[in-house]
Every structure is written in structure tokens, then in C-alpha cells.
DNA sequence: GCCAACGTTGGC
DNA sequence: GCCAACGTTGGC
């Protein structure tokens, strides 16, 4: 694979099932439960998404994100992770117990797709949803955009940088 | 392929 | 808890 420049994201958990800090504990996890089409093309690698003919932008490893805590108090950008791998197939969508178990999937025919990530940091000072709507920057962020609710998004560098700047960095 | 009904997301 | 906006499902 060749090197390239990052790319950044932006990833949505909600902390009372999956926290920063639970995240910082575990320091690396697999990004499972995703079943949205649109979220999932991101975590597929690129060169199947091009086979596919829908050549949008893919997670590569070394990507940073941002770690957005979504249905929270406030919402928040709260810290920084990195792609670890990508294109790992979801394991919960075999498991008749989760939430996200996927009674049309197969081990050899796979729907669900995840990325495995590492913690690499909190934000010393978490940036609220409000202060990022306030920031003339940020105002084409896709999750600022009316009715958005990817819970992964591509963030561009220049917005991932004021988000760091944002939370006091 | 259309589209109504339904379920989900997520801010407020 | 409310509700707008969205994605998915399934009948036709």
C-alpha cells in the first residue's frame, strides 16, 4: 500500500454505550454495529468500492477522527483516534444476541463491515455541538449540514485542525 | 420502480 | 419526551 497524507473523519458513538473513556481503557476496538450503506462504504477499502463503481472517499490506516459524542450533554467533540485497519468484516452480525445481528448475512457473504481503531487522546477540553455551529470555519462540517445523521463522516483537514484548536490544543 | 408506512437518529 | 429528517422495507 503507499503512503498518503491522512485523511480525517469524524466518528459518532453514544457514550452511554460506548465512551472515550471506556475507548481510552480499551485503547484499541473493533467499530462494529454501523448498518447504515453510506457509513459502511467509508470502512471498506478503496480499491473494493472502486470494483463496486462507487469510488467515494474510504478509510485508509493512519486516518485520524475525530471522536464525537452523540445524544450526550452536552453533544461533543470529546478526543482523537486512528484508523487501524479497515475492511474487517462486523462480527455482530452474526450474533443472534446483539442488537445488530443480521439475519440475511452469512460468514461467506458478509453485509456488515467495520474498521478497528486506537485511542490515541482526549481533548483537554471537549468542543460542544453549540461551539462548533459558532464557528464561521466549521459551518460546512457534514455534521452541521440539516438532517445529517451519518455516524461517519469525512472532515476535512482544515476543519479537523480548528476542532483541535477549538478544544484549547 | 414507486411510494407509503415504519423505525431510527439525535438535537433540543 | 417531542419531533423533524432520514433510511429501509415491502406491497403493488
Redesign the pocket.
Known amino acids: 500500500m503507499s503512503k498518503s497524507t491522512p485523511q480525517f473523519w469524524l466518528l459518532?458513538s453514544?457514550p452511554e454505550s460506548y465512551s472515550i473513556d471506556a475507548f481510552a481503557r480499551d485503547g484499541k476496538t473493533l467499530w462494529t454495529g454501523v448498518?447504515?450503506?453510506?457509513a459502511r462504504n467509508f470502512m471498506v477499502g478503496e480499491e473494493i468500492n472502486t470494483q463496486l463503481g462507487k469510488p467515494g472517499p474510504s478509510m485508509r490506516v493512519g486516518d485520524l477522527f475525530l471522536f464525537?459524542h452523540?445524544?450526550?450533554e452536552?453533544?461533543a467533540c470529546v478526543g482523537v483516534g486512528c484508523i487501524e485497519k479497515v475492511n474487517q468484516v462486523d462480527p455482530t452480525q452474526f450474533d443472534k444476541k446483539s442488537e445488530a445481528f443480521e439475519p440475511k448475512a452469512s460468514k461467506a457473504k458478509p453485509m456488515w463491515f467495520c474498521c478497528e481503531v486506537a485511542y490515541v487522546k482526549h481533548f483537554v477540553r471537549p468542543v460542544p455541538?453549540?461551539e462548533i455551529?459558532a464557528a464561521a470555519k466549521l459551518a460546512k462540517m457534514v455534521?452541521l449540514q440539516?438532517?445529517?445523521?451519518?455516524?461517519i463522516q469525512p472532515v476535512t483537514k482544515q476543519e479537523f485542525d480548528e476542532i483541535g484548536k477549538l478544544s484549547g490544543e
Open positions: 459518532k453514544e448498518r447504515n450503506y453510506q464525537y452523540s445524544s450526550a452536552p453533544p455541538l453549540a455551529r455534521l440539516k438532517g445529517s445523521r451519518l455516524s
